[in-house]
């Protein structure tokens, strides 16, 4: 089984800029969650699309949003960049999502510079 | 607010030494806990502990659960340097948030 993809790996960006990130989630899951991880911060979590759903959301602005397709993949956007959003997202896939105390699996993560 | 607190926040060990890293929370609708290894790339998933008591093994990992002192610890036995890496403990509440420590970064020298 294919892991979880995301694309671009890495990506530059001004700050002011937009930017669009893709999660391609392991064959069969519906839960797709996305966090944003920075050295001084750890792992925090942006939000969870469950069948098309937002399901969860973290304290994050309104400029950070998603969204998930009917396939299951995910978007995440991030508008108005600002420096302190470099960062390296990470997408996480799950079949039914932690609720159960379901593991999820990790993308290798798309590293953000904003210049 | 929820938290999830890990220490220490860096090891340096000889290969062979024994490590306990530890990872302590306080959360509201606790549903369970996760272990993480962390190289240069994305976490990988260790353990998932839901029941106080159980130690879950797996080669010289292991890893153990205390609901009521609300704190897991993960050991590594006999360490090697392909065992350096952060080491992230995630607690997961009831509506599928994630609460993440800020990690463990062990170093194993040779």
Redesign the interface.
């Known amino acids: 089984k294919a892991g979880?993809t995301q694309t671009p790996r890495y990506l530059i960006k001004t700050r002011g800029q937009q930017v669009t990130l893709s999660c391609s989630p392991i064959s069969g899951h519906r839960?797709v969650?996305w966090?944003q991880q920075t050295p001084g911060?750890?792992?925090?979590?942006l939000f969870?699309y469950?069948s098309e759903t937002q399901?969860?959301k973290?304290n994050f602005p309104g400029r950070f949003s998603g969204r998930q397709f009917s396939n299951s993949r995910s978007e995440m956007n991030v508008s108005t960049l600002e420096l302190g959003d470099s960062a390296l997202y990470?997408c996480a896939s799950s079949f039914l999502?932690?609720?159960?105390?379901e593991?999820?699996?990790?993308?290798?993560?798309t590293r953000l510079l904003v210049l | 607010e929820d938290k999830v607190v890990q220490s220490p926040l860096s090891l340096v060990v000889h290969e062979g030494d024994t490590v306990t890293l530890n990872c302590s929370y306080e959360v509201t609708n606790f549903?369970?806990l996760?272990w993480?290894k962390q190289e240069k790339?994305?976490?990988?998933?260790l353990f998932?502990l839901?029941s106080s008591g159980i130690e879950k093994k797996s080669g010289r990992l292991s890893s153990i659960l205390d609901k009521k002192e609300l704190f897991s610890i993960l050991n590594i036995t006999a360490t090697q340097t392909g065992d350096s890496a952060v080491y992230?403990c995630?607690v997961?509440v009831?509506?599928?948030?994630?609460?993440?420590?800020?990690?463990t970064s062990l170093t194993v020298i040779p």
């Open positions: 979880v839960s969650s966090y911060q750890g792992l925090q979590f969870e469950f399901r969860n973290g990470l999502g932690a609720a159960g105390g593991t999820q699996y990790f993308g290798p993560g | 549903r369970s996760l993480y790339k994305a976490p990988t998933f998932m839901t992230l995630a997961v009831t509506g599928n948030q994630f609460y993440f420590g800020t990690g």
